[in-house]
C-alpha cells in the first residue's frame, strides 16, 4: 500500500489533527437504533451491493454491536473502519468507547448514505473517500488506535498483510474474514490449513478466532460462511527480517509436500540453511513450527543483501 497523503484527506468530512495529547474523556452517549433501519436506508438510496467490490451487508444490528463489543476498545481509542457501507457496524462502533471513529469507502454511493450516521455521531464519525488498498490507517489518527472491520474478501488478505508489517501501531485488529481465511491463520504447524499465512500472522500477533457467521446473515448471502478473528500485537515476536520470512515460507510453501532440502532450493544452499538452523533436511513445510521459519529466515538474511520493507499493497 502507497502511504496515505493529503489526496485523501481533502475528502474527509471531519479532517484531523492530532492532539497533543490522547483524548480519554468518555465518549456521549450513542443509540444505534435510534437511526433509520438499515434496510430503509439501503432501499432510500438504491443500494444494491456490488459484487465487483465484495459487498455482503450486515443488517443485523444485534450481530454488528457484538463485533463492536467484541473488539474491547480500551477508552480513548480511534476505531477505523474499512467498508462501512449503509454503516451497521459503524453504529455499533459509536455505541463503544472509541473518542472517534474513522470509516474508510471507495463506494460514493454510501457516503451521502452515512450523513445521518455522521450528523447523529456528534463529531465523532469521519469519512474517507479512498480505497483501503492505498490508506496509511497511522496517518488518520493518533495512537491509540484499532481497526474493526468486516472487511470485502476480495482484498482482506491483502489488508491484513499491510497491517500486520506494522501491528505494534494498533491496540488490536477485529476482523471478519472468509471462514476458510480465518481458519488459515489460527491454523497449527501439522494442520492441513497451516501455511504460509498462518506463520506470518502468528508471527506478529496472538491471534484467536471469535466467532462464525453464516451466509444468511448477510445481505445478499455470500456463499461460505464468515468468521470474527481478534488479532493483538505480540510482545515479543521472534526477531526475522519480513521480506526474509516471506521469501523462505514462500518457497517451503510452494512445494509443501516436498521436503526441505528440496524446496528450499531456489533459496541457494538448502542444506547449509537448514543445518545452520538444526532443522531436518527432510521435514517438510507444515511440521515447522513459527519460530522455526523465523530462524530459517535469519540465516538465509545473513547469506543475502537486506530488503526494503514492503510498501502497503506490494
Given at each position: 500500500?502507497?502511504?496515505?497523503?493529503?489526496?485523501?484527506?481533502?475528502?474527509?468530512?471531519?479532517?484531523?489533527?492530532?492532539p497533543a495529547a490522547p483524548?480519554?474523556?468518555?465518549?456521549?452517549?450513542?443509540?444505534?437504533?435510534?437511526l433509520p433501519p438499515l434496510r430503509d436506508v439501503i432501499a432510500r438510496f438504491g443500494l444494491e451491493a456490488?459484487?465487483?467490490?465484495?459487498?455482503?451487508?450486515?443488517?443485523?444490528?444485534n450481530l454488528t454491536g457484538r463485533i463492536a463489543r467484541s473488539a474491547n476498545l480500551?477508552?480513548?481509542?480511534?476505531?477505523?473502519?474499512?467498508?462501512?457501507?449503509?454503516?451497521?457496524?459503524?453504529?455499533?462502533?459509536l455505541a463503544t468507547n472509541a473518542v472517534k471513529v474513522i470509516a474508510i469507502e471507495r463506494d460514493r454511493r454510501f457516503i451521502e448514505a452515512l450523513q445521518d450516521v455522521i450528523e447523529a455521531s456528534e463529531g465523532r464519525l469521519s469519512i474517507v473517500e479512498a480505497d483501503a488498498l492505498t490508506v496509511d490507517p497511522e496517518e488518520l489518527a493518533?495512537?491509540?488506535?484499532?481497526?474493526?472491520?468486516n472487511l470485502p474478501y476480495n482484498v482482506a488478505t491483502p489488508l491484513l498483510l499491510g497491517w500486520l508489517a506494522r501491528i505494534e501501531a494498533y491496540v488490536s485488529l477485529t476482523l471478519m474474514f472468509?471462514?476458510?481465511?480465518?481458519d488459515r491463520l489460527v491454523a497449527k504447524p501439522g494442520s492441513k490449513a497451516y501455511g504460509r499465512l498462518s506463520v506470518i500472522t502468528q508471527w506478529r500477533s496472538d491471534a484467536r478466532v471469535l466467532f462464525n457467521l453464516p451466509p444468511r446473515a448477510f445481505t445478499p448471502p455470500p456463499k461460505v460462511e464468515s468468521t470474527v478473528v481478534h488479532l493483538?500485537?505480540?510482545?515479543?515476536?521472534?526477531?526475522?527480517?519480513?521480506?526474509?520470512?516471506?521469501?523462505?515460507?514462500?518457497?517451503?510453501?510452494?512445494q509443501r509436500r516436498k521436503m526441505l532440502r528440496q524446496s528450499l532450493k531456489s533459496l541457494g544452499n538448502a542444506e547449509t540453511l537448514l543445518e545452520e538452523t538444526g532443522i531436518a533436511p527432510t521435514a517438510r513445510a507444515e511440521e515447522i513450527d513459527v519460530a522455526g521459519f523465523a530462524a530459517l529466515a535469519r540465516a538465509f538474511r545473513a547469506r543475502t543483501p537486506a530488503e526494503p520493507p514492503p510498501e502497503r499493497g506490494a
Open positions: 500500500m502507497k502511504r496515505a497523503g493529503d489526496a485523501y484527506k481533502s475528502r474527509m468530512t471531519d479532517p484531523i489533527s492530532a483524548v480519554t474523556a468518555a465518549p456521549a452517549a450513542f443509540d444505534p437504533h435510534a456490488r459484487k465487483s467490490l465484495g459487498q455482503n451487508f450486515l443488517l443485523d444490528l480500551p477508552a480513548g481509542t480511534t476505531a477505523i473502519e474499512v467498508g462501512p457501507g449503509p454503516g451497521g457496524l459503524t453504529r455499533a462502533l493518533p495512537a491509540p488506535r484499532a481497526i474493526v472491520a472468509q471462514k476458510e481465511v480465518a493483538t500485537p505480540r510482545s515479543n515476536p521472534e526477531p526475522a527480517d519480513w521480506r526474509a520470512l516471506e521469501q523462505v515460507t514462500a518457497a517451503a510453501f510452494g
